[in-house]
């Protein structure tokens, strides 16, 4: 991003007049290694080719000079558009940005009106803006005007946002319920009320600048550069190379100087410790968010909170009259929900280990939890066909009833709060608008459904069948993009999740008793490991500690792995008290 004193420029670099494409007259400069030539002989200099190593050197010096300008180096990315002669804008795009940025919405607009679709016949009678194939001009009209609306109605100017609203962005949009919802704004009484509604930060804020991303994603990239774009291409470098490395283990961004290849002795798949606390099965395992506890349940009626790296235990919760199957922390880690079948969910402080509050009693086992992202409400659900799903505060008073139609087997809520996903102990999956409330779609996935997980990057769910297949479906595109064989799960809750580093694998256990890890992208089993006898229930991957995780099984222990070079490490990190199994490996081989 800009710094604040660069907010007056466009996030495209620079709002100066540039001629996209055309040449000027070139300044002299010396030949310089990596890339330029020298004439030879007296004759004039050389034009550099028309390509960069099989790149267009003109998109890769435009991309070069946003860069540039994106970092600070404007005097720079000047240089480098005189001597390149090519150039970031045209005058016409420059004054585009400058309309929206600056708020003379009727400049913006008549620019827009001149503007052609990129290919079309006729294009070149433009006045300089081109807009992208399948570009909507009447949606990036009514954005501008939805603009203006608001800033009318921050300014207090009701009277003139009512017009703008009537005869300017009705009849261009006929979604009702968004003009409804526009109208609804007219009758807040305060600025902060406004903003809070519309979710908007104001003229003065970051709103403008959202709109103008907004709208030059409908422009041709050939004359408005896609914001930030090394930046994008650097990033997905980088995501290919961890995409493509079998053992990623390392939560270090690559480094660009050399290609990212992980070392298979660094990946996780040594037992080193074995806790053997419960004295009955053990169901779940779920490190804290912040990977300094670890939380245990299962048939013997207790909960263990444990201290992540010692691995003693902190406080061991009884309070419980049947197993428990599930546990869930809440986002700041402070709390823990604990789910029982004697139809009971259960707040506990972390801190202290004492119970806040014993949930009003359900008519059907409570089997799963889930926190909002503030952490002051939870979501239980239970085998109840009534009262399945139901919202909490930490008063431990009910603040929302789903009424659903269905049991809750399993839930799952994503990382940004949008989605929550219930699965009915059948072979569905309820996926709901966590904001509003509402179901936004079910999916029939044919096959008995055991656990779900979503991803940190809340696009993707993992739901694990009772046919030995977990399945990455995609929530947006509501559609399967993967599939991981390998595993037994006919009869009980084998769960499965996303762990590593960079979430780059899918980890489940299994009712054969073993471990199996797949790559996340290329679906590749690469680790299948000897875990409890006579079955594996669950397994968790440190959220901070990639070279880290915990299993459980029905041998009432829990075990954790690390990587083979490190497990002496471990046992002696330890023995010490502290620190990451990994640092203190890196400070062993210094």
């Known amino acids: 991003m800009l710094a604040d004193s660069d907010r007056a420029v466009a996030s495209n670099g620079t709002s100066r007049p540039y001629a996209n494409g055309k040449t000027h007259p070139r300044s002299s400069a010396s030949g310089t290694a990596n890339g330029t030539s020298k004439a030879v002989n007296g004759s004039s200099k050389v034009r550099p080719s028309d390509t960069y190593f099989g790149h267009d050197r003109e998109e890769v010096t435009r991309i070069l000079i946003q860069a540039l300008s994106d970092m600070g180096y404007h005097s720079a990315a000047q240089s480098v558009s005189q001597e390149s002669g090519f150039e970031l804008e045209s005058p016409m795009v420059a004054a585009f940005r400058n309309a929206v940025l600056e708020g003379n919405w009727a400049e913006a607009e008549q620019l827009l009106s001149g503007a052609v679709v990129s290919g079309d016949r006729g294009s070149e009678n433009g006045n300089g803006l081109v807009l992208a194939n399948g570009a909507d001009r009447q949606m990036m009209r009514f954005w501008i005007r939805q603009q203006k609306f608001l800033e009318l109605l921050e300014q ?61 994603k409908c422009i041709s990239p ?26 990623h283990s390392s939560a270090a961004s690559p480094s660009l100087y050399a290609d990212h290849m992980c070392d298979r002795r660094q ?10 606390e419960h004295d009955d099965q053990v169901w779940q395992v779920v490190f804290s968010h912040d990977g300094t506890k670890l939380a245990s349940c299962g048939q013997g009626k207790q909960v263990i909170i444990w201290d992540v790296p010692s691995f003693e235990p902190l406080h061991i919760l009884k309070d419980h009259d049947d197993g428990v199957g599930n546990v869930a922390w809440s986002w700041d880690d402070s709390m823990l929900v604990t789910c029982c079948q004697d139809r009971h969910a259960r707040l506990w402080d972390v801190n202290t280990g004492v119970c806040l509050h014993k949930l009003e009693r359900c008519q059907e086992p409570v089997t799963s939890c889930v926190w909002a992202a503030d952490s002051q409400t ?6 109840d066909k009534t009262h399945g799903l139901i919202q909490w505060n930490t008063d431990g008073e009910r603040i929302y009833d789903w009424n659903s139609p269905h049991r809750v087997e399993d839930l799952a809520i994503s990382p940004d709060g949008h989605w929550l996903v219930a699965s009915d102990g059948g072979t569905n999956i309820h996926v709901y608008n966590f904001i509003t409330r509402e179901l936004e779609y079910q999916m029939d996935l044919q096959v008995r459904l055991t656990s779900i997980s979503i991803s940190q990057n809340s696009r993707h769910l993992l739901v694990n069948h009772n046919n030995g297949i977990a399945q990455l479906i995609d929530l947006i595109l509501r559609e399967p993009v993967q599939s991981y064989t390998g595993f037994t799960s006919e009869n009980f809750m084998i769960r499965s999740s996303f762990g590593g580093a960079d979430e780059s694998f899918v980890i489940s256990g299994s009712e054969d008793g073993s471990i199996n890890i797949w790559h996340k992208t290329s679906a590749q089993l690469v680790e299948k490991l000897n875990g409890h006898i006579p079955g594996c229930n669950s397994v968790s991957w440190s959220p901070t500690d990639p070279c880290l995780f915990a299993s459980c099984g029905d041998d009432g222990k829990i075990k954790m792995c690390v990587f083979f070079l490190c497990r002496n490490c471990f046992r002696l990190q330890r023995q010490l008290g502290g620190g990451s199994p990994l640092r203190l490996f890196s400070t062993f081989i210094r």
């Open 267 to 276: 990946f996780p798949t040594e037992n080193v410790i074995e806790l053997d």
């Open 156 to 216: 207090r100017e009701t009277g003139r946002a009512l017009v703008v609203l009537r005869t300017e962005l009705t009849p261009l949009y006929q979604d009702t319920q968004k003009l409804h919802f526009l109208s609804s704004l007219l009758m807040c009484q305060k600025t902060e009320d406004l903003k809070s509604k519309a979710e908007w930060d104001g003229a003065f804020g970051e709103s403008r600048h959202i709109l103008l991303s907004q709208l030059s």
């Open 378 to 383: 939870f979501v239980t659900g239970a085998l």
């Open 222 to 247: 050939s004359v408005m550069l896609p914001e930030h774009r090394l930046a994008i291409l650097l990033h997905q470098v980088k995501a290919n190379q961890i995409g493509g490395c079998l053992w």
